[in-house]
């Protein structure tokens, strides 16, 4: 117990680091747990650019320079942690202490859970072995023979690899289970941004019942995720950047805000990342054009952080590259093939959205809410969410059409599941403003 305890008290060293880089970088003095976690995520998206470019050099103490840096940061900024907050209003301290106790269970049920099971495989194959590498040999390349799937391996992202390797310079060797901790950083990160993201679209009561609820999903934090999958972060990572979106409005985006940097870091937690920030910018583009929103100029700014972390990426997959042999072509789609696959395609996407076991009555109500948003309030900031979170979805179904195995139903089986928690805080956001929209008000004299 003492172990993970310790291991915990590393992994929020670390966050803290991140964070402050973060507000560095954006000159921000986060007021609330929200801001303070947008800056943990933008931070984590930061470091993991950075270290891209500098794992080419193969430095052996590359994770000490990174985390010595950003313990200085901690320093320069140590006002952003120090500094008197406002005091609470009066009547806000319960409703805080109410929605604490709301997401807590989920929380602590993971923290658990996570310290007493072990790694699946994922989590110890391709986050493991690729922190471990970044641990003693300071790059991101995997210095042994690679096998068909290692290929793969090598090609991931390195946000939580490096996240996890600096964890582990806290101790004299690599420790397998104590980087584990990360892990619990992130599920008190996805219970926040859920918080806040459906604070946005309703109010603090809805937000604390949406938030716990999502945090008890099997599918999200209690099933995969406690293997060391990275679909929980970078659900972590979509909710805290449709909150920071929601607040800062479509919009009036600019280098100052978090959100686009947490657009951005969907790509170094996830190769599916890269899909969620296409969905999301083109779902920012098309709001601001149904609203017929003139763009400031100053949102141009808001395409740095974009393109500094695009960079990093194409980096990382030139110059470490792996090969992917799970999908062909986009090209290489003819009608036959749409014509044989879209059934089991689509059999297989209903069986893992009905399965109660795993999600119980989240996506059916997901798709309930989705039309009742449509049709009462079209224009209201729950459709962009709402939207993003269908789009995605059917966009992970779509994947299945271009894959290479030859059991593409097992495939589908082991990774549908998994696709669609990158998105479920978004489902829950808009089933609660759904219900929210349907509540009735109290009568106005």
Do not use: C
């Not at 008290?9 to 880089?21: E, K, P, R, Y």
């Not at 490096?162 to 584990?180: D, Q």
């Not at 763009?295 to 974009?306: M, Q, V």
């Amino acid at each position: 117990m003492g172990a993970s305890v310790l291991a915990l008290v590393a992994a929020a060293i670390v966050a803290a680091g991140f964070a402050a880089l973060a507000n560095l970088v954006l000159n921000r003095r986060p007021a609330s747990l929200a801001e303070w976690n947008e800056s943990f995520l933008a931070g984590l998206g930061m470091v993991a650019a950075i270290a891209i470019p500098l794992s080419l050099l193969g430095w052996p103490s590359l994770r000490f320079a990174i985390l010595i840096g950003l313990l200085l940061v901690v320093v320069l900024r140590r006002s952003d942690f120090t500094a008197s907050r406002p005091r609470t209003p009066s009547g806000t301290l319960g409703a805080r202490i109410a929605a604490t106790m709301a997401v807590a269970p989920g929380v602590v049920l993971f923290a658990v859970a996570n310290a007493r099971s072990s790694y699946g495989w994922d989590g110890f194959q391709i986050w493991m072995t690729k922190a471990q590498e970044f641990y003693w040999t300071g790059s991101l390349r995997l210095a042994v023979p690679t096998p068909e799937y290692m290929e793969r391996v090598v090609a991931y992202p390195p946000a939580v690899p490096v996240y996890e390797a600096l964890v582990g310079t806290f101790y004299r060797s690599f420790p397998m289970e104590g980087v584990k901790a990360v892990f619990t950083i992130f599920a008190v990160s996805l219970a926040v941004g859920t918080f806040h993201l459906v604070a946005g679209l309703t109010d603090r009561r809805t937000a604390a019942i949406a938030a716990g609820l999502t945090g008890l999903l099997p599918g999200l934090t209690m099933g995969a995720a406690i293997g060391g999958y990275a679909d929980m972060p970078l659900a972590a990572v979509a909710a805290a950047a449709a909150a920071a979106s929601l607040r800062t409005r479509y919009d009036t985006l600019t280098g100052r805000s978090p959100a686009p940097w947490l657009l951005g870091a969907l790509t170094t937690v996830k190769s599916e990342g890269t899909i969620l920030l296409g969905v999301g910018l083109g779902i920012v583009g098309l709001w601001a054009l149904a609203r017929r929103t003139r763009l400031s100029p100053r949102a141009a700014s808001s395409l740095i952080p974009l393109v500094f972390l695009a960079a990093a990426r194409i980096v990382h997959r030139k110059f470490i590259p792996g090969t992917s042999r799970e999908f062909a072509p986009v090209l290489s789609l003819r009608a036959e093939t749409i014509l044989a696959r879209v059934p089991w395609i689509v059999g297989g996407m209903l069986h893992w959205l009905l399965n109660f076991r795993m999600w119980g009555l989240l996506w059916p109500a997901f798709a309930v809410a989705f039309l009742i948003v449509a049709r009462t309030a079209p224009r209201s900031s729950a459709m962009p969410i709402a939207t993003a979170a269908l789009l995605s979805v059917l966009a992970d179904g779509s994947l299945f059409l271009y894959t290479n195995w030859g059991n593409g139903r097992l495939h589908l089986d082991q990774a549908f599941p998994r696709l669609i928690a990158q998105v479920a805080p978004l489902a829950a956001a808009t089933i609660a403003a759904a219900a929210f929209a349907l509540r009735p008000r109290p009568a106005t004299r």
